[in-house]
């Protein structure tokens, strides 16, 4: 699939089918779940009052009291030894804690168990289809008979501590009679103690009566809901229903996203068929803006590399001609010398120019290295005032007509800065030699400490540099007197060196006319700490 929409959009189709499958399975268990604790919470209560009311009874009194029960509930009820139940050991535990448990028994049928007394390890045991209304009223008559043993005006407190201590999972209240909300039939037969069943405020619920006899009381039981699985079907529905939004939504956002993309493919096509001045147009600080204005600038520096190898190429023939046409021209002369003190003239030049050529490729490879990426560079702390004496130590022998002098204003601060030592040497000496070439007889690198950065300036007392040139004479083979023969010095890259290892640095270069001995100014500065 070439389509980033058809990709997206299978992708979520393949996650929503796939969380579909496991919510179905994930609603089963759930509904499961639901349907055990919902079965607990109605026969909680009941079977364990059931339990506790058996539980000082003898043999003939349990039997007696469960035939009962069993009419009144319409339930057949037994007790049962808890080792022939066959119970696990979690439910086991559970039992004994007091705990009644609801344990799918056949088909469509639950079994309920209490504990009635461990002593003799009797349970209480029923086996019911479903929760019915004689269940209910089953309960309204335990309830009841516990609540008439009670004062009237005690009635109420003691409803409430049944609900705790039996764990009733549904509301249970009183009510005086002429506060009730009972039309006159159904307190008719709630005097003639019948039970009284409606539906509760929702209508989605019942709730049951029963008036406590000689007492003025209603007792309430409910509302009581009945358990609604979660339908399969719902969620089906609901899946296909986001998938088609979401699809949409995702077709009108990809869309644009899909042009855009289009539209920068089709820049980098035109780059690679060689035009290099295309770029691609930002409208937007988003993700694929910052992508198409990262793609710009690797463009640019595309061209900028190209147009450097271009002029570098030309610059470089240039440069080699001269020493290639000296080394021919030795040549031409040794085999023509008669004497062994031509020869060794002649031989010597020759090495020269090679001496020469060697510097030259160093240059260019220094400055290649430096203009194609980033270098290797290791900062560490530095101490820029002694290396600043130690290139004068190597400079001086090599001109003493030249004086080289050292100012020092760092104040201490100079010592530890962070540098690449190798780099900042080459810059250095680079200018040091640049200003030796063009001065006089004096040259001044000063080094000084001023907010934040580390800066050095080297002047002389030569002709200086017009200004139109200042910024020209960082450009890689720039000559101001456009001579190429070795009395010129150099080869125009020295200058676009310090520039580069400037740059690594995070600092910058520049030129200027000395204020002090009306010379030419360099003056490099770079950040003290790197950050």
């Not at 929503?16 to 759930?30: A, C, D, H, K, N």
């Not at 696990?88 to 056949?106: C, F, H, N, Q």
Request: charged share 25%; aromatic share 6%.
């Amino acid at each position: 699939m070439n389509s980033i929409f058809l990709r997206i959009y299978g992708g979520m189709l393949l996650v929503l089918v796939t969380v579909s499958l496991v919510s179905l399975l994930s609603i089963q268990l759930i509904n499961g779940v639901r349907a055990g604790d919902y079965r607990e919470r109605i026969a909680s209560g009941t079977f364990r009052m059931m339990a506790d009311n058996l539980q000082p009874m003898d043999t003939s009194e349990r039997q007696r009291v469960l035939s009962l029960w069993e009419r009144l509930m319409g339930v057949p009820l037994h007790i049962e030894n808890i080792e022939s139940l066959r119970l696990d050991s979690s439910s086991r535990t559970k039992l004994i804690r007091g705990r009644v448990l609801v344990e799918p028994a056949e088909p469509d049928e639950i079994r309920v168990l209490a504990l009635v007394d461990m002593a003799d390890e009797a349970v209480l045991m029923a086996d019911i289809q479903r929760i019915s209304e004689q269940l209910g009223r089953a309960t309204l008559f335990l309830i009841a008979d516990e609540l008439v043993r009670r004062p009237e005006a005690d009635m109420p407190a003691r409803l409430q501590e049944l609900r705790r201590e039996k764990g009733f999972g549904y509301p249970l209240q009183l009510t005086r009679r002429h506060e009730s909300d009972l039309d006159p039939d159904q307190i008719r037969r709630l005097d003639e103690s019948d039970t009284v069943m409606t539906l509760g405020p929702d209508g989605d619920s019942v709730m049951l009566y029963l008036k406590i006899p000689d007492t003025q009381w209603i007792l309430h039981l409910g509302p009581l809901y009945q358990m609604r699985p979660y339908p399969p079907e719902l969620l089906i529905i609901m899946g296909l229903l986001a998938l088609t939004l979401i699809g949409l939504l995702i077709y009108l956002l990809v869309r644009q996203l899909e042009q855009r993309l289009m539209t920068l493919e089709s820049t980098a096509v035109r780059i690679s068929g060689g035009n290099l001045d295309a770029r691609v147009d930002i409208h937007s600080q988003d993700s694929v803006g910052r992508l198409a204005r990262a793609f710009n600038e690797m463009a640019g520096h595309v061209q900028r590399l190209m147009r450097i190898q271009r002029e570098t190429i030309g610059a470089v023939s240039h440069e080699l001609r001269t020493p290639v046409a000296r080394l021919r021209f030795g040549l031409e002369m040794l085999d023509a010398a008669e004497t062994a003190v031509d020869r060794k003239r002649f031989s010597e030049g020759m090495d020269g120019d090679l001496n020469e050529l060697d510097r030259l490729v160093d240059e260019i490879l220094t400055y290649a290295r430096l203009e194609q990426g980033a270098p290797a560079i290791t900062m560490k702390g530095t101490n820029i005032p002694r290396m600043v004496e130690h290139v004068i130590a190597e400079l001086a022998p090599l001109d003493a007509s030249i004086e080289l002098e050292h100012v020092d204003n760092t104040w201490g601060l100079g010592r530890h800065v962070d540098a690449e030592p190798r780099y900042i040497q080459r810059a250095i000496t680079n200018l040091t030699g640049n200003a030796m070439r063009h001065a006089v007889r004096k040259v001044r690198l000063t080094t000084q400490v001023q907010h934040g950065m580390c800066r050095i300036s080297i002047e002389d007392d030569g002709p200086g540099i017009p200004e139109a040139y200042r910024e020209k004479v960082f450009t890689p083979f720039m000559r101001m007197d456009l001579s190429r023969t070795r009395s010129s010095g150099g080869y125009g890259l020295g200058l676009s060196i310090v520039r580069r290892v400037m740059f690594w640095h995070g600092g910058r270069a520049r030129a200027e006319a000395s204020q002090t001995l009306g010379g030419a100014c360099f003056v490099i500065e770079w950040p003290l700490r790197r950050r």
